[in-house]
């Protein structure tokens, strides 16, 4: 990613480590659970400061297009001005989350059948985000930057509790 882009941007972002997951059981998992927090953090903090970086651009515009003349001719916004954006960007988050621990080699594993279920798991992921496509849902005037996580949204839609009591699921992720 860029750091001051100029044109409207969608991303995909694969991460193969999951920041949230079950706790562990065995020493065994909590060796790989530290491997998932400490890979997934990285991508994860930088995803957060650059979506807000990029939502701060963004209204830095707006706010400028509010100013009277007077104001809005200074070298002060001058200067603001060039740090200003209008382009809006969305993030699809594809992360691998397996049902089962993977174990201590699981950053290293890469047998063709580990890697072929992988790479299923990910097409599932992938068609399943690209059939929700929630980035094609006007992005609200406020924001620059968005992340949609649209396997996670359908997860947790189906565990909770609809007001019925019964669990539902749904298709479309919802922005972040």
């Given amino acids: 990613m860029e750091s001051i882009p100029r044109r409207s941007q969608l991303i995909f972002q694969v991460d193969l480590f999951q920041a949230r997951g079950r706790q562990p059981s065995s020493l065994e998992e909590v060796s790989e659970r530290e491997k998932d ?34 104001i809005r001719n ?3 916004c001058d200067f603001l001005y ?8 969305d993030i699809v988050q594809l992360v ?25 798991e990910g097409r599932s992921d992938a068609l399943v985000t690209l059939e929700a496509s929630p980035w094609l849902t006007p992005m609200p005037p406020e924001v620059g930057a968005r992340t949609f996580d649209v396997p996670l949204d359908l997860k947790r839609r189906a565990k909770a509790p609809s007001k019925s009591g019964v669990k539902t699921s749904g298709r479309a992720g919802a922005a972040k």
């Avoid at 060039?82 to 809006?88: I, K, R, Y």
């Avoid at 989350?97 to 072929?116: A, I, N, V, W």
Wanted: net charge positive.
């Fill in 37 to 70: 927090i400490r890979f997934s953090s990285r991508t994860r903090t930088v995803t957060d400061v650059f979506r807000q970086m990029h939502d701060v651009r963004h209204n830095v515009n707006t706010l400028l297009e509010q100013l009277p003349p007077e």
């Fill in 74 to 76: 200074t070298p002060v």
């Fill in 82 to 89: 060039a740090f200003g954006c209008v382009t809006t960007m």
């Fill in 96 to 120: 691998y989350r397996p049902d089962d621990p993977q174990g201590l080699s699981k950053d290293y594993e890469f047998s063709r059948s580990t890697m072929r279920e992988r790479w299923n």
